[in-house]
């Protein structure tokens, strides 16, 4: 059974900063692209960043230069750093990551994190 959880969520002020984490454990064989996304309330959920397993990234416009993805592939651990933080990036996020266990590949989601940008 493999699991992703997320943790490092909470209340945070506007220009404030947090990081989430991400650990996979379970049984499998190796980890390839982890992402994050979120979903705001009453919005559907979008991506935020991914990393390759080689440690490439890509991010949404929008967190270019605020948020930073990396991961320890020892710890099977991604993170999102956020910096700047804004009302706006108030959503339940989500770490998502391709897990192969050595005869295919399977999409697994974490429960997601509440982090809430507020004064």
């Known amino acids: 059974q493999v699991q992703l959880v997320e943790s490092g969520g909470g209340l945070v002020q506007p220009g404030g900063s947090l990081r989430l984490s991400c650990a996979a454990s379970g049984n499998f064989f190796a980890i390839d692209a982890m992402a994050w996304y979120r979903q705001a309330p009453g919005k559907q959920r979008e991506l935020v960043a991914t990393i390759t397993s080689g440690g490439k990234s890509n991010y949404a416009d929008t967190m270019k230069g605020r948020f930073t993805i990396s991961r320890d592939n020892a710890k099977n651990t991604v993170y999102l750093q956020m910096n700047s933080l804004k009302p706006e990036d108030t959503a339940v996020y989500y770490c998502?990551?391709?897990?192969?266990?050595?005869?295919?590949?399977?999409?697994?989601w974490g429960q997601g994190t509440q982090v809430t940008v507020s004064s």
């Open positions: 998502n990551a391709d897990i192969g266990n050595g005869y295919s590949r399977v999409n697994y």
